[in-house]
């Protein structure tokens, strides 16, 4: 096993604790409807999708519609921002930017056996302004979304951990 340093076991140890407990290890009931566990990951996907296009278009509540209420943001360096206001009013802010730029790739979505959670995980490239130099930036790294189905059966994220790599 590779060294994965602080953050790479601070992130397994994340995705392991939202994750665990997502199936009894017993099969789905014949009575109950298990959703396919390729259109949950498709559904997860173009959630995905309709964030990344929002940015571009500049659409906090766009990017907001893939949230769920009891969401919790983690980015690196910065304290958790919870709940769904405090969030979107954080895409506002992010999206008055004019270099804003979000781009992700190396998309993989694990669905738990019961299709109410999935792990998306992708690598992500996040171009910005630099508030010290005023320039645009760019920073690359890891986005892990845990997706919750809503009590209206949407997949939306619960939990969300950004975490920048050192740029290649």
């Given amino acids: 096993m590779r060294n994965l340093g602080v953050k790479g076991v601070l992130l397994a140890c994340v995705v392991m604790t939202?994750?665990?407990?997502?199936?009894?290890?017993?099969?789905?009931?014949?009575?109950?409807?298990?959703?396919?566990?390729?259109?949950?990951?498709?559904?997860?996907?173009?959630?995905?999708?309709?964030?990344?296009?929002?940015?571009?278009?500049?659409?906090?509540?766009?990017?907001?519609?893939?949230?769920?209420p009891d969401l919790v943001v983690m980015f690196h360096g910065e304290a958790n921002v919870v709940g769904l206001e405090k969030n979107t009013a954080a895409l506002k802010a992010q999206m008055s930017d004019p270099a804003i730029k979000l781009e992700v790739s190396d998309e993989t979505v694990d669905v738990a056996a019961s299709g109410d959670l999935a792990v998306y995980h992708a690598t992500y490239r996040f171009?910005?302004?630099?508030?010290?130099?005023?320039?645009?930036?760019?920073?690359?790294?890891?986005?892990?979304?845990?997706?919750?189905?809503?009590?209206?059966?949407?997949?939306?994220?619960?939990?969300?951990?950004?975490?920048?790599t050192p740029v290649p």
Avoid at 34 to 45: M, S
Avoid at 128 to 137: C, H, L, S
Avoid at 152 to 158: H, L
């Fill in 18 to 68: 939202l994750t665990a407990g997502c199936t009894d290890g017993s099969p789905p009931s014949r009575t109950s409807a298990v959703p396919d566990p390729l259109e949950v990951a498709r559904e997860v996907k173009a959630a995905i999708k309709t964030h990344v296009d929002a940015y571009a278009a500049r659409d906090p509540a766009k990017a907001a519609s893939i949230l769920a």
């Fill in 127 to 164: 171009t910005f302004t630099n508030p010290a130099t005023k320039q645009p930036a760019t920073e690359v790294g890891n986005w892990v979304a845990v997706f919750k189905r809503q009590p209206n059966g949407a997949m939306k994220i619960s939990r969300d951990v950004i975490s920048d």
